[in-house]
């Protein structure tokens, strides 16, 4: 059982940046593909971005690409989410979730990944 922790939300103006962690219990961290999804109000949860497990392979989603990065440190069990330019529609709930062990592919859905978070509210105001 993976259980993780995300952390770094909060509130930003418009045109900041903040950077989520999520920390996994897993010793075995470095053999998962993970990934981060959000959820604004009243509507689906949705890919944002994903890290493979091997060679560190990354997919970002368009609507944040450019703006938005994914990295992992496997010696501290951590990914990141570095979120720079924000704007009123990156408001959201963020999730961290990881997928494997040893997933060859990165999911950009949700039951692509069977672990979770409890999720980082992030309000980004105008």
């Known amino acids: 059982q993976v259980q993780l922790v995300e952390s770094g939300g909060g509130l930003v103006q418009a045109g900041g940046s903040l950077r989520l962690s999520c920390v996994a219990s897993?010793?075995?961290?470095?053999?998962?593909?993970m990934g981060w999804f959000r959820q604004a109000p009243e509507k689906a949860r949705e890919f944002v971005a994903g890290i493979s497990w091997v060679e560190r392979v990354t997919y970002v989603d368009d609507s944040v690409k450019g703006r938005f990065t994914i990295s992992r440190e496997n010696t501290k069990n951590t990914v990141y989410l570095q979120m720079n330019s924000l704007n009123s529609e990156d408001t959201a709930v963020y999730y961290c979730?990881?997928?494997?062990?040893?997933?060859?592919?990165?999911?950009?859905?949700?039951?692509?990944?069977?672990?979770w978070g409890q999720g980082t509210q992030v309000t980004v105001s105008s």
């Open positions: 979730a990881a997928a494997g062990p040893r997933t060859p592919v990165i999911p950009i859905t949700r039951d692509g990944y069977n672990y």
């Open positions: 897993e010793n075995t961290f470095s053999s998962y593909t």
